[in-house]
């Protein structure tokens, strides 16, 4: 029988995967609550560092909670459309 319930801290531990293209967006970092009625509205995305945190950070991807597709015991899969300001790599040459 599989759990209902889940921790704010939890979410933290499970890694967020957007099924609209497949992107690893990263680990939970924070959730939006809406104050006047208690209900979770958003997960927030940490933004990647940028030059090993020398130049900041990218901008936090916030997910609204409709978006979310699964919550399972190591991921969140959620479908996204909006941009999520990822970044192509550039092919590595040796």
Not at 19 to 26: H, I
Request: proline residues 4%; neutral net charge; contains cysteine.
């Amino acid at each position: 029988m599989q759990e209902k319930n889940c921790r704010v801290f939890d979410l933290g531990c499970k890694e967020v995967i957007n099924l609209y293209d497949g992107a690893r967006l990263g680990y939970v970092g924070d959730v939006e609550i809406e104050t006047e009625s208690g209900r979770v509205t958003a997960l927030v995305i940490p933004g990647r560092l940028r030059l090993f945190g020398l130049l900041g950070r990218e901008d936090d991807i916030v997910v609204p909670w409709d978006s979310i597709e699964k919550i399972g015991e190591d991921i969140i899969l959620i479908r996204y459309a909006a941009p999520c300001g990822r970044r192509n790599r550039k092919p590595r040459s040796f």
